[in-house]
């Protein structure tokens, strides 16, 4: 039997999110169904019912920061059992065949994989819904377990924005004896610049405004650059290993490329909704490296939370009740919150009848 589930849905591109009504499937052999606790607000589930990033499906239950507990396994399910604490991040499935998913790289399924949201199962018919729900039924390959030491609320950002950044910082090699700048302090920016410290790099953050110096301290770096002091970016050239760019706004990437020193590299992991020009002296002066990242595997998106709840590493948040979404997708477009909402879904009982 299939699971009557309330959840929050954008009716259409730019429409405010509303009471909705789905059907989750019972779980199948290796299914495990769970119970949403807490959901994370990622700026990208606006980008999306927004259509700023392209045309989208409608109608949208957003939410791929998804935490919360088993409460049934289909018959074959072998690594959960039924009251389990687990999360699901931005993918639900992957063809599991091609030589990406192999290597245990489902986000860059050469088929597609399929997204929590605003998407389709691997089937190719069947429209994927989000957290922004009572429940959802996922197979067990894209769940993962959230630690015992980590309250679930502050660990539900961690399924996108911890992994966004853990992947390409490990990647591309913070750790000792390295300067690591994180550009932006927002939701991405302030779970990377604690997972960064936690690798036991050297941590400078980069913003616009000397407000956010204050915070980048309490966060754990070491240092603050302001960039539009023109002659502090100009004493900063050539200083970083690695910058890890997370600004979604439009913003000068040649200044930031000349913060690196020869051989290092920017990552881009922040999604402005227009085209960032790049003067190819910026790079090839310096045999500098500009590179981008997605998320990450599921068996990295598991090591990153055990790498989190080893170190400490949570996320500052707001929880909000689902009723409030319209209100704090409003403030999030103001960049009006430190530094993630995180939606109770016991506040979505009863309202959307």
């Known amino acids: 039997m299939t699971q ?8 259409s591109a730019k429409a405010p999110l509303a009471p909705f ?20 607000v990622c700026h990208s589930d606006l980008h999306q019912a927004r259509e700023d990033w392209g045309p989208a499906l409608f109608p949208m239950v ?4 998804i935490v919360g507990h088993v409460t049934a ?42 997204g929590t949201y605003n998407g389709y199962e691997q089937d190719g018919r069947t429209m994927t819904f989000g957290g922004y729900s009572q429940r959802i039924t996922v197979d067990e390959a894209f769940v993962v377990r959230v630690p015992d030491a980590m309250p679930l609320d502050r660990a539900a950002p961690l399924l996108c924005a911890g992994i966004t950044t853990y992947s390409p910082l490990k990647r591309f090699g913070a750790g000792p004896g390295k300067r690591v700048a994180v550009m932006g302090l927002g939701g991405l920016g302030h779970v990377g ?18 407000a956010k110096r204050g915070d980048a301290a309490a966060l754990g770096a070491h240092d603050f650059l302001a960039s539009r002091d023109r002659e502090a970016m100009k004493a900063a050239a050539g200083r970083f290993d690695l910058i890890l760019d997370t600004v979604s706004a439009p913003h000068d990437l040649n200044a930031a490329l ?29 045999r500098r490296r500009l590179a981008g990242s997605l998320i990450g595997g599921i068996a990295e998106t598991q090591e990153m939370l055990d790498f989190c709840a080893e170190h400490g590493v949570l996320a500052d948040i707001e929880t909000i009740a689902m009723a409030d979404i319209n209100h704090a997708w409003e403030r999030l477009l103001k960049n009006d919150v430190r530094y993630r909402f995180v939606i109770d879904m016991a506040s979505l009982g009863g309202s959307a009848g």
């Not at 009557?4 to 009716?11: C, D, E, G, N």
């Not at 610049?193 to 000397?210: L, P, W, Y």
């Open 21 to 40: 009504s789905l059907e989750r499937r019972a779980p199948g052999p290796k299914d495990v169904l769970i119970e949403i606790t807490h959901c994370g």
């Open 4 to 11: 009557a589930t309330l959840a929050y849905a954008a009716p």
């Open 62 to 65: 957003p939410g791929h920061e």
């Open 258 to 286: 000349n913060l690196l020193r020869t051989d290092g590299t920017l990552v881009l992991v922040g999604v402005p909704e227009e085209a960032l020009p790049v003067q190819p002296f910026a790079i090839i002066g310096r």
């Open 73 to 114: 396994v289909g018959a074959e399910v072998s690594q959960y059992k039924i009251g389990d604490r687990v999360g699901v991040g931005c993918m639900v499935d992957s063809c599991r065949t091609c030589s990406q998913c192999d290597a245990g790289e489902e986000q860059f399924c050469e088929r597609g994989f399929s």
């Open 193 to 210: 610049v604690r997972i960064a410290r936690a690798m036991g790099a050297e941590v400078t953050v980069i913003s616009t405004t000397e």
